[in-house]
């Protein structure tokens, strides 16, 4: 799958078969959003890679759909670095777009995760001054959700707003 039709088929999934899935293929995930760009190139993030379900279970707490996936990334950023919130963005987006093209689902947990962000980063081993930013949950599709996007006419303008 090229990277256009990766933009153009990712949508957030939201239910999984419960497969699990290969290392070498969350290895190029994650690969995916270590080669993110990053303001000053800083690179100011390290990703846990969570298999094991009694851990996926703990994270899912009040979305159930989520014990189905078949790993979880977590994104751990450190604050510290300037554009650390923009910097995990990019990484995020690159990871969501490989597991579109190695055919999975996921999605990107941030509203889910600030309201546990301190339970998460207990449970994960996360140093008290980092931020867990990010979770994303990846497996095998139940279904492929479709979502509406404006058109292109809508938001793009030429030469002047
Ligand atoms: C910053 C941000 C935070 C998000 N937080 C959550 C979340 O906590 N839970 C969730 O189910 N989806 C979350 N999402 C996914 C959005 O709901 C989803 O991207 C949006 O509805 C558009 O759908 P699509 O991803 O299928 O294009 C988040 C997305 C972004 C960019």
Request: aromatic letters at 8%.
């Amino acid at each position: 799958m090229d990277v256009f039709e990766a933009i153009r088929t990712r949508r957030s999934v939201r239910a999984f078969t419960g497969e699990a899935i290969p290392r070498e293929d969350l290895e190029k995930i994650v690969d995916a959003g270590r080669l993110a760009a990053s303001g000053s190139n800083k690179q100011p993030w390290d990703f846990i890679v969570i298999t094991d379900h009694t851990i996926i279970e703990q994270l899912a707490t009040t979305s159930q759909w989520i014990e189905q996936a078949g790993a979880m990334i977590a994104v751990v950023m450190d604050p510290e670095s300037r554009w650390w919130m923009e910097d995990g963005a990019a990484a995020v987006q690159n990871m969501l777009l490989a597991a579109t093209a190695l055919g999975y689902g996921s999605c990107w947990l941030e509203g889910y995760v600030l309201r546990n962000e301190e339970a998460f980063k207990t449970l994960l081993g996360v140093p008290p001054e980092k931020r867990l930013m990010v979770l994303v949950p990846v497996g095998v599709p139940v279904e492929w959700p479709t979502k509406e996007k404006k058109p292109l006419e809508e938001v793009i303008h030429w030469e002047r707003y």
